[in-house]
């Protein structure tokens, strides 16, 4: 992603979460992106997973994904913990 140079990942990633619910169904994508927020760890990335969970708290989802983006979530937050100061988490 760093290679990429693309601007505000989080974001694009969040909407990627966001573009394979409802219709589309894709969990497959929507797991890429769970993960790829987990391993970011950054602030927004954190900010992120919080999203997603505000999303799908109130939708149905199996509760193996649920559980899945709370553990990400989780993992991201201890991830930055461990993070120096002005770093990305990477």
């Not at 693309?6 to 409802?22: I, T």
């Not at 970011?40 to 505000?54: G, S, V, W």
């Not at 199996?62 to 120096?84: G, M, P, W």
């Amino acid at each position: 992603l760093q290679r990429l140079q693309a601007q505000d990942v989080e974001r694009h990633l969040f909407d990627f979460f966001a573009d394979n619910w409802g219709v589309r169904g894709n969990r497959n994508g929507r797991l890429l992106a769970v993960r790829l927020l987990e391993a970011l760890a950054t602030e927004r990335a954190k900010a992120a997973l919080k999203a997603i969970i505000e999303l799908v708290m109130h939708q149905r989802i199996a509760v193996d994904e649920l559980n899945l983006i709370r553990t990400a979530a989780r993992e991201a937050e201890a991830k930055s913990e461990f993070t120096a100061p002005g770093r990305t988490g990477d």
